[in-house]
């Protein structure tokens, strides 16, 4: 059964500082793979995501992540982050046989002025 | 277009009764999907659908039915409430295999007393 591993659980930043989430999931299929954010007391919307083709994409309010097929990974990051990219933030896997779209456990990102 | 819809928004169930929360979208999707949503553990799907006529089980199933009589609507059924179905509920739903990300409803606050 694919699954997908958050290893940072919550994540402090100062403004301006760089961020880097992990994810890495555990499939041998074709997948796509996503991230979707939650700003608080709201419902998920998506950043980003890979089908094919070049493995650095770009998303909204100046995301990237970068899929790395042999290393099963998909982080995601952004150069100079913003107080208001406070949320929490999801990585998820999805078969592209069955279409079950499987998330990590999330990170709480919390950006200091 | 309202794009996913879930009612109601909160809800209190006492232990043991039965309930079902709603979901329609507007999109012509064909896949659909529930998920629940609790601290520290991510979403989590329950079931889902790749169209009318055709469910199968996600991560978490046990306690919850489905069915999908029609493209709209994809209802999750809860049919003896109990305190470990306390959670977050998400409806979600996506074009068709290879487009774009699941979109996903605004959620129903669900507490089992």
């Known amino acids: 059964a694919q699954s997908v591993s958050q290893h940072n659980h919550h994540v402090i930043l100062s403004e301006a500082a760089s961020l880097e989430l992990g994810c890495n999931y555990s499939?041998?299929?074709?997948?796509?793979l996503f991230w979707y954010v939650q700003y608080p007391g709201q419902h998920l919307q998506l950043l980003l995501k890979?089908?094919?083709?070049?493995?650095l994409v770009k998303g909204i309010k100046g995301f990237e992540a970068e899929f790395i097929k042999s290393k099963f990974s998909f982080n995601l990051r952004k150069p100079s982050v913003q107080w208001s990219d406070t949320a929490e933030y999801f990585c998820?896997?999805?078969?592209?046989?069955?279409?079950?779209?499987?998330f990590g456990t999330g990170t709480r990102l919390q950006v200091f002025p | 277009n309202a794009g996913v819809t879930q009612t109601p928004k909160f809800q209190v169930l006492k232990t043991g009764q039965s309930m079902t929360l709603q979901c329609a979208q507007d999109?012509?999707?064909?896949?659909m999907s529930w998920y629940r949503q609790d601290p520290g553990m991510g979403l989590r799907l329950i079931h889902y659908?790749?169209?009318?006529?055709?469910?199968d089980q996600g991560e978490v199933p046990n306690g919850y039915n489905v069915s999908r009589s029609t493209t709209e609507d994809f209802p999750l059924r809860l049919l003896s409430a109990a305190p470990s179905q306390t959670s977050v509920y998400f409806c979600?739903?996506?074009?068709?295999?290879?487009?774009?990300?699941?979109?996903f409803g605004s959620g129903t606050r669900l507490t089992v007393v």
């Open positions: 998820a896997v999805n078969d592209y046989n069955t279409d079950k779209l499987i």
């Open positions: 499939y041998g299929g074709t997948v796509n």
């Open positions: 659908s790749v169209g009318a006529g055709i469910t």
């Open positions: 979600a739903s996506r074009a068709r295999k290879g487009s774009d990300g699941y979109t």
């Open positions: 999109m012509n999707h064909e896949y």
């Open positions: 890979y089908f094919s083709g070049d493995p």
